[in-house]
């Protein structure tokens, strides 16, 4: 059983930075594979980052490469989106989700989700 909470969300302007913070609650943290997801008014949930347990291996969604940033503390059950060189079309609601198992860009395959938080990016 696991219990996510984001923070960090908030508006920022276009070309403007912001680090989303995911904060586990349950055990075993180091063991989960760690996602994040993104939801626009009227659009599929699309993936954004993931990240082994260890902290080894990410993955990134196409549109985000070169610009968001995915870690992990495992010391503090957190992981990290940091987003650079925001654009008008990154608004969405950010959630983050877990998986005790590898690491998925499908998003049904993830057990424990966050409620999410608000990203907005200003023209």
């Known amino acids: 059983q696991v219990q996510l909470v984001e923070s960090g969300g908030g508006l920022v302007q276009a070309g403007g930075s912001l680090r989303l913070s995911c904060a586990a609650s349950?055990?075993?943290?180091?063991?989960?594979?760690m996602g994040w997801f993104r939801q626009a008014p009227g659009k599929e949930r699309e993936f954004v980052a993931a990240?082994?347990?260890?902290?080894?291996?990410?993955n990134y969604g196409d549109s985000v490469k070169g610009r968001f940033t995915i870690s992990r503390d495992n010391a503090k059950n957190t992981v990290y989106l940091q987003m650079n060189n925001l654009k008008p079309e990154d608004t969405a609601v950010y959630y983050c989700?877990?998986?005790?198992?590898?690491?998925?860009?499908?998003?049904?395959?993830?057990?424990?989700w966050g409620q999410g938080t608000q990203v907005t990016v200003s023209s």
């Open positions: 989700a877990a998986v005790q198992s590898v690491w998925s860009s499908i998003s049904r395959r993830y057990d424990y």
């Open positions: 349950g055990r075993a943290f180091s063991t989960y594979s």
């Open positions: 990240i082994t347990g260890s902290g080894r291996n990410t």
